[in-house]
């Protein structure tokens, strides 16, 4: 009997639920390993995953300084989908996605992925035919999505304001049917539940203070609960990387963190079903199971490390969620928080092998590593087990700046703030 | 975030628009290496604590400035204009 199913729920249902066991071990470093991963966010513990499933490489460690979960993994809006336009872009996503598509099987725990569409709002006709641009790219890379009209809008979701009055009229909308969102905690403990199981040590409380260096090649880590050796060492610490690349004598990368902040409402009867953008502005939103209304928006816009922003943010896009759902104009705000991300020079991440030998460096994630999480994780044991990336990463280098090679889905040029 | 503008004085950031990290430096046109001009254009220290940033007091002034900030902590400690309304540097020994 597996160890999470319908049958297991209904024992420990009739039993108290006191027979419940912690779902990964917490065990102490050991002085060595195959390979160390740096940072138990979602891209840290899926590589972990990955290493130990797809390519037998189970003598794992993931270091994590604090808890599972207190990244960026348990903070995001947890919108998952792949409608890209650059080709590198929409196949890695794509790939990423159809993982979420049989994730819960794979690690025998309910990451709640649920597809219910991600509807982007066009506010006037140019940006309907850049939808249409992106729909039809999206269709030549095998991604399914749907350009829809003001009519097709207002039965998908009825409570949003489509009157033609509007400040910003909404003219139609590209649609993804499969994508969606998931529950974000749910995927970072579900990873280190299949990994553990698979011996992957996740050690929290554990951090990664420096490096051990034999000439130029990294051979191990020092950190908070000793020395650790390892001949293979990831580093996947999101909004961190500057910091603990630093460490190991990298001194400047195409990366800047910036916060992004989120925000919750107290919970409603159901009202959007799908996720909904706003076109006119910057502004996600979508509804929990719970009934919150989960909404972002835009960065706030200057290099922050402080898990925390300020208020015009706030102000910018509870106004563009009144401009969408102005009947949600009495619903209370329950929270606020907010992450600090990777910011690439191009918009999109860097998942390859390097800068120093023995090292691997995934990064760059903006704000879109939540839908990565299973894809990146996936690419990047990879490149550890085979010294070399996938087809689907070999673009994600880090060189690519210096080469020319940018891959920058919103053509705002080396500006990290505006992707 | 109060931003002490030199011209204005402490006014809230938002009237402002960031323009990224002040210790980059732009390489001189005369400059050939292309590794030169990919580094000012791409490579960050992205510090976590002391900043010196440039902002631009759009709503206000319309200086631009260089304010020193705390990337951890947000705290603001001071700001000068730069360009042609800066004040002369004063260089060590000169008075
Ligand atoms: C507010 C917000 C909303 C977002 N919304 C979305 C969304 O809707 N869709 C989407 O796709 N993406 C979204 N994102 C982006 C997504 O959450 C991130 O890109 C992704 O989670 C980053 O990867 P991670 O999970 O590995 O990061 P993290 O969870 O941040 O993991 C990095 C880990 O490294 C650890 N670490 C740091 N330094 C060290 C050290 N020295 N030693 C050991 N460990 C260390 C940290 O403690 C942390 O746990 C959002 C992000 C935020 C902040
Ligand atoms: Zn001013």
């Keep these: 009997m597996a160890e ?8 420990h249902g009739l039993t108290g639920n006191k027979g419940w066991k912690p779902t990964w071990r917490k065990p102490d470093p050991k002085p060595s390993y195959d390979a160390i991963i740096v940072g138990g966010g979602g891209h840290g513990l899926a590589t972990a995953f990955y290493l130990a499933k797809e390519h037998k490489i189970r003598n ?3 270091l994590e300084r604090g808890w599972l979960g207190q990244g960026n993994i348990g903070r995001n809006t947890t919108i998952v989908r792949s409608n ?73 979701c009825p409570g949003l304001d489509l009157s033609q009055n509007a400040r910003f009229p909404v003219v139609g909308g590209l649609l993804q049917p499969r994508a969606g969102t998931a529950r974000h905690d749910a995927v970072a403990w579900g990873f280190a539940h299949a990994a553990d199981r698979l011996g992957v040590d996740i050690i929290e409380n554990c951090e990664v203070v420096g490096f051990v260096k034999e000439g130029e090649r990294i051979t191990g880590v020092e950190t908070t609960r000793g ?25 400047k990368l195409p990366i800047e963190s910036h916060v992004l902040q989120a925000f919750v409402t107290e919970p409603l009867k159901p009202l959007i079903n799908c996720v909904v953008t706003f076109g006119a502005g910057h502004m996600y939103v979508s509804q929990s199971d719970k009934g919150g209304l989960v909404f972002g928006g835009s960065l706030d816009g200057y290099n922050s490390y402080a898990q925390r922003g300020n208020l015009p943010i ?28 990777d910011m690439s020079m191009d918009g999109s991440p860097i998942i390859a092998k390097g800068p120093l030998p023995g090292l691997y460096l995934n990064s760059g994630w903006c704000y879109g590593g939540f839908k990565a999480t299973p894809g990146s994780g996936w690419c990047f044991a990879h490149t550890i087990a085979h010294d070399e990336p996938h087809a689907l990463n070999a673009a994600f280098t880090l060189e ?18 505006l992707h | 975030m109060l931003i002490p503008c030199p011209v204005c004085g402490p006014r809230d950031h938002e009237e402002f628009a960031y323009g990224g990290d002040a210790t980059v430096a732009r390489p001189t046109i005369a400059e ?53 309304w800066a004040e002369p540097e004063t260089e060590p020994g000169d008075d």
């Design chain 1, 60 to 62: 794992v460690a993931v």
């Design chain 1, 84 to 156: 890209y336009l650059l080709d590198e872009n929409a196949q890695f996503y794509e790939w990423s996605l159809k993982l979420w598509e049989g994730l819960s099987h794979a690690l025998n725990y309910n990451v709640m992925f649920s597809q219910r569409g991600v509807l982007n709002l066009a506010n006037n006709p140019a940006q309907l035919d850049q939808f249409a641009e992106r729909g039809n790219a999206m269709r030549l890379n095998g991604i399914d999505a749907e350009l829809l009209m003001p009519d097709a809008i207002a039965k998908l």
């Design chain 1, 4 to 11: 999470y199913s319908i049958w297991s729920v209904l024992r």
């Design chain 1, 227 to 251: 020395r650790i050796a390892a001949p293979k060492i990831g580093v996947a610490v999101a909004g961190m990387t500057s910091e603990v690349m630093r460490r190991a004598g990298i001194t």
């Design chain 1, 400 to 417: 690519r700046f210096h080469e020319g090679r940018h891959i920058d889905e919103a053509g705002t040029g080396a500006t990290p703030r």
């Design chain 2, 32 to 84: 050939q290496s292309a590794t030169a001009w990919a580094t000012f254009v791409y490579d960050r220290t992205n510090p976590k604590g002391a900043h010196q940033e440039h902002w631009h007091h759009v709503h206000g002034c319309r200086q631009w400035m260089v304010v020193s900030r705390d990337t951890e902590t947000h705290a603001v400690t001071g700001a000068r204009l730069i360009g042609a």
């Design chain 1, 314 to 341: 706030v102000h910018e896009v509870a106004t563009e969620l009144l401009a969408c759902f102005p009947n949600a104009g009495k619903v209370r705000l329950l929270r606020s928080w907010g992450g600090i991300m």
